[in-house]
């Protein structure tokens, strides 16, 4: 009785142990399936120069300072556009070169646009920091005339 009820159980053990078998390489096959498809399929976004280029579409390029690259980036994605930021090491303040490309003319143009009109509403908007005015007013103070405070002691007998 105890051998046949081990030998139930092995076999049990033997076609489980194919079905999960068989369910783990077909998750693995379904999973490489996806990865293949997600490679093939195009990029959108921040990319490389050499990705944007294989797209195929002409791309246009404009400077981007490198405290609004954040801002572009932001923008570029709102209106789906692709692109690339390329540093230029040779100059001093490093300089950030942006080459963009979408199907639409529209959507680099609204994206153009809306960069300028935010790069120009912080250049006005721009105040003067905090460290210069405390400065100033460090100097306006060491400048005016003190009080002596004057100490005498008295002698009390």
Known sequence: MNEEVSAKYIRFCYQVGKVSGRALIRGLVAFLKYLDQQ??????????VKQLVKQGQGASSMEVSGESMR???RIANKYGVDFAIVKDKTSDPPRYTCFFKAKDIDAIS???KEYSAKVVKREQKEKPSLIKQLRKLKEEIAKRPRKVKEKFKENVR
């Not at 490679?39 to 490389?48: I, L």
Request: hydrophobic letters at 40%; proline letters at 6%; zero cysteines.
């Open 110 to 112: 609204a994206v153009v």
């Open 71 to 73: 801002t572009f980036k």
């Open 39 to 48: 490679s093939k399929a195009p990029k959108h976004g921040k990319m490389t």
